[in-house]
């Protein structure tokens, strides 16, 4: 945002996955397992009904 004093740019980074492309897409296609990689994101749940339930934190929580 401008003016606020907080300055954004760009963020790069190398991760080597030593798995196949087949159980990579499956770990990544599975909602729960987002918490594990996705900061501040604390559950996903999927219900029968196709419906996902997701739970997180901002960045001022606990402030």
Request: net charge negative.
């Amino acid at each position: 945002m401008e003016g606020d004093g907080q300055s954004t740019g760009d963020l790069t980074g190398v991760v080597t996955v030593d798995r196949s492309p087949e159980e990579t897409y499956r770990f990544w296609q599975r909602l729960d397992t987002l918490p594990s990689f996705v900061a501040r994101l604390d559950q996903v749940r999927e219900d029968l009904g196709g419906r996902s339930h997701w739970r997180g934190s901002s960045a001022t929580s606990g402030l």
